[in-house]
């Protein structure tokens, strides 16, 4: 079964706050973590990342925050426009044992929808 | 635009027939990787290539299959089709074969082939 899931499967928000979108992961080797961003009828497109030895990381007006204690993954979109409406899909990548290869393993989703 | 074409957008065939999908990287990629996304499983990984070998395997089933020719253009051919096969089909390439964090290895999608099954 899937290790990456959603809290929750839809957020609405109103233009201009503050959007956070949460994703909960069940392997504790997995090492890279990764936003995606797919609007409809296109494919996903990356937001940002972050290391497993890292708990914070900042993009523009995009924040990805990592516990690893709780394993919980959040992206935070600070003044939310009408055009960050999509879906958002967390991944995790599990690295083979000795391997630098891995695999990216998405989440379900959440569908952001901002309200003008 | 990311870079990475798919061919063809849409496709609509029936039970048991077999299909091929392309996929052109972006230039200078080396790796592609193709996904399958519907509805129930939501977007799964499935195979990977770098520079014309297999590279990791996902959920993919034994009656699909894929290949990446010298040009790194990649095929992934879908065969004994089923309706439980309906899905999008998206193609991603990276610099590198790795999954591990580096700039080289972001993975760019392509806008999907949309597969229907009747």
């Known amino acids: 079964g899937e290790s990456v899931g959603l809290h929750l499967p839809t957020l609405s928000v109103q233009e201009g706050d503050n959007s956070i979108i949460n994703c909960a992961y069940s392997?504790?080797?997995?090492?890279?973590f990764i936003w995606y961003k797919q609007e409809s009828g296109k494919g996903p497109q990356f937001i940002i990342d972050i290391r497993s030895n890292m708990d914070k990381r900042q993009g523009q007006r995009v924040t990805v925050l990592l516990n690893k204690t709780v394993k919980h993954l959040s992206l935070q979109i600070a003044a939310t426009q009408p055009g960050d409406s999509a879906v958002y899909f967390c991944a995790e990548n599990m690295a083979d044992r000795g391997s630098t290869l891995g695999r990216l393993y998405f989440g379900r989703g959440t569908q952001l929808t901002v309200w003008p | 635009d990311s870079g990475v074409t798919q061919t063809p957008k849409h496709l609509i065939t029936a039970t048991g027939q077999r299909v091929t999908l392309r996929c052109s990287p972006r230039?200078?990629?080396?790796?592609v990787y193709w996904y399958q996304q519907s509805l129930d499983q939501g977007l799964q990984f499935l195979i990977q290539?770098?520079?014309?070998?297999?590279?990791a395997k996902g959920n993919i089933l034994e009656r699909f299959s894929a290949q990446q020719f010298p040009d790194l253009h990649s095929e992934l051919n879908l065969s004994s089709l089923e309706l439980g096969d309906s899905a999008l089909y998206f193609c991603?390439?990276?610099?590198?074969?790795?999954?591990?964090?580096?700039?080289?290895?972001?993975?760019?999608f392509g806008p999907g082939t949309r597969l229907t099954v009747l």
């Open positions: 290539y770098y520079n014309g070998e297999e590279r």
């Open positions: 392997n504790s080797a997995s090492d890279y």
């Open positions: 230039s200078g990629d080396l790796s």
């Open positions: 991603a390439s990276s610099r590198t074969s790795a999954a591990r964090f580096s700039s080289y290895n972001e993975q760019f």
